[in-house]
């Protein structure tokens, strides 16, 4: 039996330091040299691998992100990498080569991720957290998670990846004080999407949430809109005075505006940036608009 084409061995070969005289397993950063190997893991691993400008993004790009990979000799048999927020880690990917597993690879890779986390003061996971974690798990549909905290006074309710970085490096520049980061997208559930808010707005010393994202395609807008003024409602607040500003153009936006101007809800297109959306935010939270 033989490994993918192109990668090492075979699940009979000798791949860690427990027998005399074999290959070395060592962890190292991931450089963009590795992303050819890296990528054929990932499609033996995964049912719908990451494209592989993906990782190259990752590394190039993503000022949060730290990926490592596993060798035996020059062999790449393993990879994983996290994102750094402050002093939260999250695990973004793991994967082990099939003809390599149940080697303790795996654990040798986690645990140099952990101590990288360590190596930066992250922390353990908040309650807040937790229950963003238990939010976001709910359903299988979309994404309404990803929390980490803060001592701020504005809640955000903002679109994954690159554009929460964005957002929440927005609202800060802008003068702003977060009180969390998160992640929605993917077309999350409107339950998802009130779960999240609720969250959010039950945080101690949050005043107001910002609901912004950039152009979306798989996420539909008057869904998250109905999450979010399903959360003000049910806490007993006035959706109007709550959502400081609710910047999320894209598939199904006419009907998400007509949701919103029925609350009295300050929404804004895709004329408007990214950036502005946040000084809007910020503004009405410190009583300047």
């Known amino acids: 039996m033989t490994g993918t084409p192109g990668m090492p061995g075979t699940p009979g070969n000798p791949g860690t330091t427990s027998n005399p005289g074999t290959p070395v397993l060592r962890v190292r950063p991931m450089?963009?040299?590795?992303?050819?190997?890296v990528h054929l893991i990932e499609r033996a691993s995964f049912t719908t691998p990451w494209p592989p400008q993906?990782?190259?993004?990752?590394?190039?790009?993503?000022?949060?992100?730290?990926?490592?990979?596993?060798?035996?000799?020059?062999?790449?048999?393993?990879?994983?990498?996290?994102?750094?927020?402050?002093?939260?880690?999250?695990?973004?990917?793991?994967?082990?080569?099939?003809?390599?597993?149940?080697?303790?690879?795996?654990?040798?890779?986690?645990?140099?991720?952990?101590?990288?986390?360590?190596?930066?003061?992250?922390?353990?996971?908040?309650?807040?957290e937790l229950a963003g974690e238990a939010v976001d798990s709910q359903d299988h549909r979309g994404v309404a998670g990803n929390v980490t905290e803060f001592d701020?006074?504005?809640?955000?309710?903002?679109?994954?990846?690159?554009?929460?970085?964005?957002?929440?490096?927005?609202?800060?520049?802008h003068g702003g004080d977060p009180a969390n980061y998160c992640e929605i997208g993917g077309n999350p559930s409107v339950s998802k999407a009130c779960g999240l808010a609720k969250l959010?707005?039950?945080?101690?010393?949050?005043?107001?949430?910002?609901?912004?994202?950039?152009?979306?395609?798989?996420?539909?807008?008057?869904?998250?809109?109905?999450g979010v003024i399903k959360a003000c409602l049910e806490l007993g607040k006035d959706p109007g005075e709550t959502i400081a500003i609710f910047r999320i153009p894209g598939a199904w936006e006419e009907e998400g505006f007509k949701i919103l101007d029925r609350y009295g809800i300050e929404y804004c297109d895709r004329s408007v940036s990214l950036w502005e959306a946040a000084g809007r935010a910020v503004a009405k939270i410190q009583g300047a608009a």
């Not at 450089?31 to 190997?37: E, K, Q, V, W």
């Not at 006074?153 to 970085?165: D, K, P, R, T």
């Not at 959010?200 to 809109?225: C, E, F, W, Y």
């Open 31 to 37: 450089t963009a040299a590795d992303l050819p190997a």
């Open 152 to 173: 701020g006074n504005l809640g955000l309710v903002i679109g994954a990846g690159g554009g929460s970085l964005t957002l929440f490096d927005a609202v800060r520049a």
């Open 200 to 226: 959010v707005l039950q945080k101690p010393g949050v005043d107001k949430i910002a609901v912004m994202m950039s152009i979306v395609s798989n996420t539909r807008v008057d869904i998250v809109a109905r």
């Open 54 to 128: 993906a990782y190259r993004q990752e590394l190039e790009s993503n000022r949060l992100s730290h990926y490592l990979v596993a060798l035996i000799g020059d062999q790449i048999v393993g990879y994983g990498g996290i994102w750094l927020m402050v002093d939260e880690a999250h695990v973004t990917t793991f994967a082990v080569h099939p003809a390599y597993r149940r080697r303790r690879i795996g654990e040798r890779m986690l645990i140099a991720l952990l101590d990288l986390a360590l190596d930066r003061q992250a922390r353990e996971a908040t309650p807040f």
